[in-house]
């Protein structure tokens, strides 16, 4: 199946998510349901198995499978007034394990997508520093280097399910999330290099686009954990990730992860910048904001089944999958209900458990056909766990837009097909 | 040069500093010397601001609203502006100077950018006279009218954080579990008309 775009009317977008979502399903089908003389894909000598196919020369920087044509990042265009300032999601649905592919790492610009050429690029820092200093990508790349594998979570991810069940299927409700190996300097060592003067308590990362992002950012968590990272995944960052360079902020919201670094400044209060005024900031029921809200919390999503992959198998062995991560560290542990969260089964995480990553957890049960009322709930390494959209909205209210993190239902029914739901 | 652990870089010259360090904070600090009155500033904004913010700021189509809103931040549906949610007038001058006209950033002159952010005020009923002046002089004297309404991330205080303990794992529920909301039957609309709150 080809990428669905989805059309401006809403109607029509439901339409086409939930048809997108049983396209992809039924591809497969039973292991050849035997003919009398048995399955002819196996009794007849098939073209792959008779004729060349191509040879080494033909595809330079290789591509998916043909027949994974469906695996994209997709956007919801009636969310915002310009694609050039706006959001696509990560096809979580198609993936496994907790490294995201470079080409399918969700796209959050401002400005759209900065276009450098490295050699014209160039990495400021000043302010409160004793030098003020210009850095080349050559030189950036002769500072010790870090590899680190760390999620990165857009702040409103899950921020239209504040209301209750909107988008039909895990690619738009959590799709804002991606998780690579960054290799990069760590900020602490350029900060050093230019020599932080004492009430330097602040650093401030700008990019080189037409949005110049700017954010805030503590000292602290700057000297901490902060790298300023050039390549993902062993390559150089994809243009749309911030080629040559972006700050890479681990367990905070993705806002701060500034693309396309030119600059970072130094100072001894924070900017109040728009990205954490009139942006970032987390509107209350009291009509109060909650601001500099960085981290983000602990959460989890059932990628399989859900609405864009329907269990098309019938009954029997099913491999419930999803993922889990928590600013604040490692997951220790998920628990997976299928009652809608009345009882609870422990699930097996597997693969890498790394800080401020991404996990991948299995539950594998029998299913009889029956309604299911799908749920996961991460635990993180501080002892905090996931809470439910009601416990959140009890607290905030609605209007937070930001950091939602509650427990999500995925209504399996009879047919397999499945349905974003909210229950009591 | 001197310095630095490893040597690596070179210094930044003024010119340097100059052409990229244009941010500014709440108390003032990066205001460039310049002004400018709401009249001049409805002038620019009609020619470079109005096509997608609307004439009065009321924004157009999905693009965000600049103006009104006031004492809506407990409704319903919030309507977030300048004048009813904006903290600092710096973010004002900073954003604009920084990105905007959309498409066309860093276009418009200091005094420009000055004379904007005065009307912007106008547009809010902040400043009422349109013979009003913003300069780096009396710039920090205006207050925006809810900047006493933001607040420390208290996260850590809301009753889900503070129960550490093992969560239940059997027989957590009353009564049945009913599904209350469908995404499939929900008349699907985006929260807001901001340009991106949804993203």
Known sequence: MNDETVSQSPNLSRRTLLKAGLATGVAAGAAGAAHAGGDPLITEVQDWNRYLGEGVQSRPYGTPSEFEAHVVRRDVEWLTASTESSVNFTPLQDLDGIITPNGLCFER??????????????????????????????????????????????????????????????????????????????????????????????????????????????????????????????????????????LVVPGWEGNMWVKWLRRIEVGDEPWHQREETSKYTDLLESGKARRFTWVMDAKSVVTNPSPQAPITHGKGPLVISGVAWSGNGRITRVDVSIDGGRNWKTARLDGPSLSKAMHRFYLDIDWDGSDLLIQSRAMDESGYFQPTKTELRAARGENSIYHNNGIQTWHVKADGTVENVEVS | RDGGVFGLGRVATEDEIAAWDIDVRPDGMGLPQGSGTVADGEVLYT?????????????????????????????????????????????????????????????????????????????????????????????????????????????????????????????????????????????????????????
């Open chain 1, 109 to 246: 610009h401002h400005g759209g997508i900065a276009e450098i050429n490295p050699a014209d690029h160039r990495l400021m820092i000043n302010g409160l520093v004793d030098t003020p200093l210009v850095f080349t990508m050559e030189d950036l790349k002769r500072f010790p280097r870090e590899n680190r594998v760390y999620f990165l979570e857009c702040a409103a991810n899950s921020g239209m399910e504040w209301r209750g069940s909107q988008l039909n299927g895990c690619q738009y409700t959590h799709g804002m999330v991606h998780c690579v190996m960054y290799t990069g300097v760590p900020l602490k060592l350029i900060l050093e290099e230019a020599g932080i003067k004492t009430n330097g308590k602040w650093v401030m990362p700008e990019g080189a686009d037409a949005s110049a992002m700017t954010r805030s950012i503590p000292m602290e968590k700057a000297l901490d954990d902060c790298l300023v990272a050039f390549k993902m995944n062993g390559e150089a960052l994809r243009p749309e990730q911030g080629y040559p360079l972006r």
């Open chain 2, 47 to 199: 020619d470079n601001c109005a096509v997608c913010h609307g004439d009065f700021g009321e924004g157009v189509g999905r693009w965000p609203v600049l103006a009104g809103g006031q004492d809506t931040l407990t409704d319903e549906r919030p309507e977030k502006t300048i004048g009813s949610y904006w903290p600092y007038l710096s973010t004002v001058y900073d954003y604009v100077r920084r990105a905007m006209p959309y498409g066309n950033a860093r276009s418009l002159s200091d005094d420009d950018v000055y004379a904007i952010t005065a009307y912007l005020l106008y547009l809010n009923d902040i400043v009422e006279d349109e013979d009003f002046e913003l300069s780096n002089e009396n710039f920090t004297e205006i207050r925006l009218p809810n900047e006493e309404n933001f607040i420390a991330d208290d996260r850590a205080e809301e009753p889900h954080y503070a129960d550490k303990g093992d969560p239940c794992m059997s027989d957590c529920k009353d009564s049945p579990v009913e599904i209350t909301m469908h995404a499939q039957i929900l008349d699907v609309t985006p929260g807001s008309v901001d340009d991106n709150d949804a993203a």
